[in-house]
C-alpha cells in the first residue's frame, strides 16, 4: 500500500460485500458485467476492472452507468501490480468517504483475462485494512461455451481461474450448445462451484447475495487430463484427520511442491474441532487460513480435496495425508 493511505481511510461500520468477475480473455466478462449493473437493485456498485495491456479499453466498453469505475491499466493482477490493486480499493474507499456520502453498497472487481485470481484474493486477506472493510461475496468465473474446452486444454491461466471459481457462469450458450465435455470437464477441476448458463439465470444473481439456478452436476470423470502436465486429483479423506497434521501434510506440500501446487481446494473435517467443516484454499506456497463452515453445504460429509497440479505424482500427495485413509482419483 502507499504509504498513508491506510490513514486516510476508515473501515466502514459493515464490511462491503466484493465479488471477482474473473475469465479467459473474450469470454465474456465485460458483456456480463454491464448485463448485471443494469439491474436497477445493484445500484451503488463501484467497479474495478483490471486489464491486460497498455492500452484500457474495458471501462469504456462497460454499457452500464456504474457509481464508480476505476480503471488498472496493464493489470496483470499478479506479482508488482497486486500493490496497485491494494492502492485502486484504497482510493476508492477513501474518496467515496471524503464525499461524505454512505460507503458503497458493493464492488465488483474485473480481472484480465490472463489473471490468476488466486494473487488477487490473497491481495485482499493480507491487508487488514481491506480484510476488515470488505467481505468476499463470491469468486464468479466466466467460462465460453464456444471456446471453454480448448481454452482449458491450452492456457493454465484458465484452469486457475476455473478451478478458483465459488460461481462458473457458461457464457455464449446462444452460439453453440453446452457439451457434456465441458461440463464434465468443469466438474472435475471444480467439484463444490455451482455451473450455471448465465443465459438462463437473473443477472441479479450472478455476482452478488442470490444463488441462480445452476445445471445438474454430472459425476466428475475419472480421467481429467489436462495439457501441459496438468492434471486435477480428487482426494477423500476417510478418517478425519487433526488440524496439526493436516497443515503438516498441506504445508510441507506447499513447501517442497508449491511450484507444481496450482491450486488446492476442498472441504475438511477435523477430528479435534467439532462442529462444520473447514473451506480449505491454497495456491502455489501460499496457504490460506481455513474458513469454518456451520454446516456441510450438501448430503455429502465426506472431506474432499481437490488438487490441480503439474507434473506432480499422485503418490506424493497422498502419502502426506496418510493419516485421513486418502483415496485418490485423477
Ligand atoms: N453471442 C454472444 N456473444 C457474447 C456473449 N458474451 C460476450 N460476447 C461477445 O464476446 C466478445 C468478448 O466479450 P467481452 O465481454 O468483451 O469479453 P471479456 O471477457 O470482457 O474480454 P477481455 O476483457 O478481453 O478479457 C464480445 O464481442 C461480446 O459481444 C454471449 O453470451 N453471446
Known amino acids: 500500500m502507499t504509504p498513508g493511505l491506510a490513514n486516510l481511510a476508515e473501515v466502514p461500520s459493515e464490511p462491503i460485500p466484493l465479488s471477482v468477475l474473473t475469465g479467459f480473455l473474450g469470454s465474456g466478462k465485460t458483456t456480463l458485467l454491464s448485463r448485471i449493473l443494469n439491474v436497477p437493485d445493484l445500484s451503488d456498485t463501484a467497479v474495478l476492472i483490471s486489464e491486460f495491456g497498455a492500452v484500457a479499453l474495458d471501462h469504456q466498453l462497460l454499457e452500464a452507468a456504474a457509481d464508480d469505475v476505476v480503471e488498472l491499466p496493464n493489470g496483470c493482477t499478479c506479482c508488482a501490480v497486486r500493490q496497485g490493486l491494494a492502492d485502486a480499493f484504497y482510493r476508492l474507499l477513501r474518496s467515496r468517504q471524503a464525499s461524505g456520502r454512505a460507503p458503497f453498497r458493493r464492488i465488483a472487481l474485473e480481472t484480465s483475462g490472463l489473471a490468476d485470481p488466486g494473487p488477487t484474493l490473497y491481495t485482499l486477506s493480507a491487508d487488514s485494512f481491506l480484510e476488515a472493510s470488505l467481505r468476499l461475496d463470491r469468486v464468479a468465473t466466466t467460462i465460453d461455451a464456444v471456446l471453454g474446452e480448448g481454452t482449458l486444454d491450452r492456457y493454465p ?5 476455473a478451478a478458483v471459481a465459488d460461481l462458473l457462469l457458461l457464457t455464449k450458450s446462444d452460439m453453440a450448445p453446452v457439451t457434456d465435455n465441458l461440463l464434465q470437464r468443469l466438474a472435475s477441476l471444480n ?84 462442529g462444520g467443516p473447514a473451506a480449505i484454499h491454497a495456491v502455489q506456497h501460499t496457504l490460506y487460513p481455513p474458513r469454518w463452515l456451520e454446516r456441510w453445504p450438501d448430503s455429502d460429509r465426506a472431506s474432499r480435496l481437490v488438487f490441480i497440479v503439474r507434473d506432480l505424482e499422485s503418490d506424493e500427495i497422498l502419502r502426506r495425508f496418510a493419516d485421513g485413509s486418502p483415496v485418490g482419483v485423477s
Open 191 to 274: 467439484p463444490t462451484a455451482p455451473i450455471v448458463d448465465a443465459r438462463d439465470a437473473e443477472a441479479s444473481d450472478l455476482l452478488f447475495g442470490g444463488a441462480p439456478r445452476a445445471l445438474p452436476r454430472p459425476r466428475p470423470h475419472a480421467t481429467a487430463v489436462h495439457a501441459h502436465g496438468i492434471r486435477a486429483l480428487s482426494v477423500r479423506l476417510q478418517r478425519p484427520m487433526s488440524r496439526l497434521g493436516f497443515a503438516m501434510a498441506l504445508g510441507g506440500l506447499a513447501r517442497d511442491h508449491g511450484e507444481k501446487l496450482l491450486r488446492v481446494k476442498g472441504l475438511v473435517e477435523f477430528s479435534d474441532r467439532p
Open 157 to 161: 491461466e484458465a484452469v486457475a481461474q
